[in-house]
């Protein structure tokens, strides 16, 4: 028999656009369900990295697990499912919901529907969980809790007018969504004595305990000894422990059985062995068939990541590995750079996923980056016949040797008030988006649908688009597909050198305009030197652009007075130091800032 | 025999700041100069008992403005001097004056007190050019200044320009030149305007430049500086300064060529015995002190560092560099027992074949080229 009872367990998540306040409300819910006292109540119990804080977004996906006391006087147990919030993380957000029967929509009553509201209702309706409307922060002035209400009804076709009417920051009517939560989502189903079926919906790397697995069991049972295997990966262990997830810690238990989420070690060394969405089986007794929905994570952004001190290799190396042990989806091989020397070509989900490695590499491990810019994953179909991957534009093979090539595309949805319609579809169009439809939400609001190349986003689109509606567009994408596009290879020439970490895959149509601005912003990263520099663009070996640095004519310094000496050498120190931060490519010193220029380019 | 000292007095008082400065100097109220000088007067008393083996060769009363103080304030500080210290008899006294704060009375006590050299503060001989450095006076007062100066008695006269103004023409920045070099002055300081941040200068210019002389006019006035002024029998001695013959600045030579001198006052820099250190910066906390043994090693000195025999080497060669002369192979030897080819021969080798320095035995010096981009060519020889 199993030791809980399934009708008295609620899996469900939290689902809202960014700042919607789904953190918020998942403190509320773990606060008023009693788990935890006030005191040891931190801000955004889910939330627990420090970057994540920060952006106010959650990224890896955790658990909780609490239990209410409900109006009928029965305790059940709620496992709160977080789901990352960022699109670089879609795979993760759908794997998630898997492990869930239902979901809570937060709504800020204010703001209404957004781009991501959307999105993620879709998402989880696809994934037939039951949703249930919550509007949130009616304490604001500017809430339209019944506009809102209505607009949810019209635009996703959910009953929405005995929707909680809450203030997660404010604690008002949170009572309301628990004893929804027991009504509205339903108890799991499955059979606890059937062969072992369980979802991975997120692992994480311990030191003590090696992989800990996030899993929600299905069907069967699991404990202690239980021979499993992952079906997808065919890593093979013996159970070690199981149990569920207090708030920020581990609690073990005998068993988990069908219809509980909880966490399962088996002294796994790699994350890699525990991929997200894969299922977990008895060796000795498995199930038919694996849970549908498994797709192996692959990158869709690269970059060249350098230590900018060579010496620091290992280092760099050492600190990669050690963030793979809990990021499954953080790729990286050795790459040589004749400009950057050795360091390392690194996968990642999206730009976002790229900029939280970085930040912690620079940040934990102590480690300044050189970082080239970031590209996606180009298809180059040889006239031989065979495909290459290309995640560095230096490999990219002769002209004369490609038959085509391909670029991968996305589908976005874009949300955004009618007045700004014009601007944002002047934006798409010079993003090289192709037009597919636009739906009015409401008088005043329109969702457009554009395919855009997924390079033309990586970079700097989410700003662009902020920029250009005054941050009213909210902005959603999923991977479409490839298609065959005019591409080019952009290279830089400093000096009449070619520097291979500067050079870029690009549409053939910006090419000229991407090498004027990356020459003029290069002219005024490199400093001036004894000699003129030409910096040149150039596609195919024809030099499309150029600009020159003049050279050094003058550098004195200021007056020394009274004998202020240590003033003087500071000075002369500062330039030292200046002259250690640049690479040396040719006779030219770079600074290490310029290898990244071109992600800027779009700046004003 | 007794080692050579110099010394460094600096007066932080200004009529005015002007606009460019970044020195520690503004203005203040009458009896808050009379409380300093009152301080200083007891510091110099208090210093000196650490220098009895000492002869002081120079004595610089820098600013701020010197020429700011009451006679009878001049007349004490040289007699503090004179008293508590060993001063040579061909000693180089300097004074600053800026023009609009000098009075013949004032050079008399000057004169009585010792004071046998003057540097003024000119800087341009255009007015419109002076009223946007934010200076008080015009030149017609400076030219007042200047004669009273001469009939005071003063035979060694310096006078400060600055070239790269904004508004400033070559044709404008060669007549400066030429009225100062009618005036026969014996040596001339001409430095290149260089907008220090934390001025209003850095405020109007920073974000624009083009206000500014462009690279070409202002390089073009660094060569005919030089040029002129050589022309006029002034020989560039040093990357900013000009002197006719024997009237070099001994007091800034000792600065480059590693003689020890002490600070005295506000915030003044010292190098003692192979230690670099500052007097107090504050003030108010300058005054507060009770210039007795303890609080002077207590409380005056900050930022005390003793210099490595490496920091040594780059000082000996970074500052040695600014005199046109260059610096002496064998006197490196001689002092730090190793060869200078040993510790820098990459760098110099570089420099030689950028044709940034040229050797010439025993001297090693910076080309005409080098001395354009001397801050390049200087940071390469730290270690």
């Given amino acids: 028999m199993p030791i809980v009872d399934q009708n008295k367990i609620r899996n469900f998540c939290i689902i809202a656009h960014i700042d919607h306040g789904k953190s918020t409300l998942a403190d509320r819910i773990i606060e008023m369900t009693g788990l935890l006292t006030s005191r040891e109540m931190q801000s955004q119990v889910l939330d627990n990295m420090d970057l994540e804080r920060e952006r106010g977004i959650t990224i890896k996906a955790q658990a909780v697990r609490t239990v209410y006391k409900a109006a009928d006087g029965e305790e059940y147990i709620f496992n709160l499912i977080d789901t990352p919030g960022h699109v670089d993380f879609n795979y993760e957000v759908s794997r998630s919901l898997a492990a869930c029967d239902g979901a809570v929509l937060v709504v800020d009553a204010a703001q209404g529907i957004e781009a991501q509201t959307l999105a993620n209702v879709y998402l989880a309706l696809d994934h037939d969980l039951d949703v249930f409307p919550v509007l949130n922060k009616i304490d604001l002035p500017s809430a339209e809790p019944d506009r809102v209400a209505a607009e949810i009804e019209d635009v996703i076709g959910l009953e929405a007018h005995d929707a909680p009417r809450i203030s997660a920051k404010t604690g008002i009517n949170i009572e309301q969504v628990l004893q929804a939560i027991v009504e509205k989502i339903p108890a799991p189903k499955g059979d606890p004595a059937a062969p072992l079926r369980a979802l991975i919906f997120d692992s994480l790397y311990d030191s003590y305990k090696g992989v800990i697995i996030f899993c929600r069991i299905k069907e069967g049972t699991v404990k202690k000894g239980t021979a499993i295997r992952m079906m997808a990966t065919g890593a093979e262990e013996e159970v070690v422990e199981v149990g569920y997830f207090g708030a920020g810690q581990f609690i073990p238990c005998e068993e988990l059985s069908a219809g509980m989420v909880g966490y399962i070690t088996a002294s796994i060394k790699n994350v890699k062995d525990t991929a997200v969405g894969d299922t977990i089986t008895d060796k000795n007794n498995p199930c038919r068939e694996p849970l549908p929905g498994y797709k192996k994570v692959t990158s869709m952004v690269y970059c060249g990541l350098y230590p900018a001190d060579g010496a620091k290799y290992n280092d760099l190396r050492d600190a990669l590995e050690k963030l793979q042990l809990n990021d499954a989806s953080l790729f990286f091989e050795p790459e040589t750079s004749i400009a950057l020397g ?21 940040r934990e491990y102590n480690l300044d980056l050189v970082t080239t810019a970031p590209g996606v994953v180009y298809r180059v179909h040889k006239k031989q016949g065979d495909v290459i991957e290309l995640t560095n534009p230096s490999n990219l093979p002769n002209p004369s040797e490609i038959e085509y090539m391909e670029e991968p595309i996305v589908t976005a949805e874009i949300m955004v008030t009618t007045e700004f319609v014009g601007a944002i579809m002047t934006l798409c169009q010079e993003r090289r988006g192709v037009y597919l439809g636009m739906e009015y939400i409401e008088t005043t609001r329109a969702l457009l649908k554009y395919e855009l190349p997924l390079n ?86 024809k030099i499309i652009a150029r600009k020159t640095v003049k050279a050094m004519r003058k550098d004195v310094l200021a007056k020394c007075y009274g004998g202020d000496i240590s003033r003087k050498k500071k000075l002369l120190e500062k330039q030292k130091e200046g002259k250690k931060r640049m690479r040396q490519v040719g006779n030219v010193e770079i600074p290490q800032k310029a290898f990244m220029s071109v992600l800027k380019l779009d700046e004003e | 025999m007794r080692k050579p000292l110099e010394l460094y007095i600096h007066i932080p008082f200004c009529a005015q700041k002007c606009d460019y400065c970044d020195f520690l100097s503004g203005r203040a109220a009458l009896s808050v100069q009379r409380l300093y000088v009152e301080r200083l007067i007891e510091e110099i008393a208090c210093q000196s008992a650490h220098y009895p083996g000492y002869t002081v060769v120079s004595v610089f009363l820098g600013g701020g403005t010197p020429s700011l103080l009451e006679p009878k304030q001049i007349l004490d500080i040289m007699n503090q001097v004179k008293r508590h210290f060993r001063l040579a008899e061909d000693a180089e006294v300097t004074m600053e004056a800026n023009p609009g704060t000098v009075t013949m009375e004032k050079l008399k006590a000057c004169r009585e007190g010792g004071i046998n050299r003057i540097s003024i503060g000119l800087q341009s001989a255009d007015d419109r050019e002076l009223k946007n450095l934010g200076r008080i006076h015009t030149y017609d007062e400076f030219l007042k200044t200047f004669q009273r100066v001469r009939q005071a008695g003063f035979a060694n006269v310096n006078i400060d320009l600055m070239s790269a103004l904004p508004g400033q023409t070559l044709a404008s920045w060669k007549a400066t030149l030429k009225n100062v070099t009618m005036l026969k002055p014996e040596h001339i300081s001409a430095y290149s305007l260089i907008i220090e941040e934390g001025t209003p200068f850095y405020d109007r210019y920073h974000d624009h430049l083009e206000l500014l002389p462009d690279e070409n006019e202002e390089r073009e006035m660094y060569y005919l500086t030089k040029q002129f002024l050589h022309s006029h029998g002034f020989e560039r001695y040093e990357i900013s300064n000009y002197a006719k013959p024997g009237y070099e600045c001994r007091h800034n030579t000792g600065y480059w060529t590693g003689t020890e001198y002490l600070g005295l006052g506000l915030g003044a820099s010292s190098y003692i ?5 500052c007097n107090e910066r504050d003030l108010g906390a300058y005054c507060r002190l009770k210039m007795q ?20 080497m780059e000082e000996f060669m970074f500052l040695g560099m600014r005199l046109m002369r260059g610096v002496s192979e064998r006197e490196f030897e001689k002092r730090f027992g190793v060869r200078m080819g040993d510790v820098y021969g990459n760098v110099l080798d570089r420099l030689l074949k950028n044709r940034l320095i040229v050797a010439d035995e025993p001297y090693v010096r910076l080309s005409e080229f080098g001395i354009d981009i001397s801050n390049y060519v200087l940071s390469e020889f730290l270690l």
């Fill in chain 2, 273 to 277: 015995q192979g230690f670099r250190f």
């Fill in chain 1, 456 to 541: 033309e986003i990586i970079y700097d689109f989410f700003d662009a688009l902020k920029s250009r509606s005054r941050g009213y567009a909210s902005f959603d994408y999923e991977i479409k597909g490839y298609q065959q596009s005019e591409l080019v290879k952009l290279d830089i020439l400093i000096n009449r050198e070619e520097v291979d970490a500067l050079s870029f895959i690009v549409h053939a149509s910006s090419a000229y305009e991407r090498g004027r601005k990356m020459c003029e912003k290069l002219k005024d990263e490199i400093p001036r030197h004894l000699f003129e520099i030409p910096i040149q663009a150039a596609v195919g070996g």
């Fill in chain 1, 342 to 362: 050795f360091g390392f070509r690194c996968g990642f989900l999206g730009l976002l996923h790229l900029e939280i490695i970085q930040e912690r590499l620079e």
């Fill in chain 2, 293 to 312: 043994q303890e609080d002077v090693d207590d409380y005056l000195h900050k930022d005390i560092v003793r210099l490595t025999e490496k920091e040594k």
